[in-house]
């Protein structure tokens, strides 16, 4: 069973919050490369992309594998 750092979670829905890992970074008073690196992490412990990226911002990966913007 692997432990999921409860940090790289909270980050991750801060990004979702936000629509942007540059937007969560400035919510969270941190480097946007330092949330993107968290969040990479978790995503490759989970074995899952939790967020489609684009330029212009993100998408969240819904339960079902499809995109929304919305967080669950």
């Known amino acids: 069973m692997k432990i999921v750092d409860f940090l ?10 936000h629509g942007s890992f540059s937007g969560a970074a400035e919510a969270l008073g941190t480097r946007q490369s330092a ?19 684009h330029s212009n911002g993100i998408a969240s990966r819904s339960p079902d594998g499809g995109f929304s913007i919305e967080r669950a």
């Open 35 to 53: 949330i993107s690196r968290r969040v990479r992490s978790l995503e490759d412990e989970l074995g899952v992309s939790l967020f489609e990226r």
């Open 8 to 17: 790289s979670i909270s980050q991750a829905l801060t990004v979702a919050d």
